[in-house]
């Protein structure tokens, strides 16, 4: 719903990939937030990678993806992501 992923993303592909994703979520509880980037904010994110044991970790954020990987989370754009996923 953000205006700025609306320009690129029609609802009925967000509606596709809601569906998809649903499909593989699992519930976790982050099991500690390392402090490692400069906004604090996103460190959660690495914790959670770190309890659900993440693949990947798709995210726009400059200081997540200059991490490139943190522990076996393999940390991507969504234009790499995809790229990976037509590999497969």
Known sequence: MRPK??????????????TITLSFLKKTNPINS???????NDNYLLGICTGCKADFLVTGDKDLLSLE???STTIVTMGQFLSLLTLL
């Not at 390392?34 to 604090?40: A, F, L, M, Q």
């Open 69 to 71: 990987t943190y522990q």
């Open 5 to 18: 992923f609306a320009k690129l993303i029609k609802q009925d592909q967000v509606n596709r990939f809601k």
């Open 34 to 40: 390392p402090e490692i980037v400069r906004d604090p």
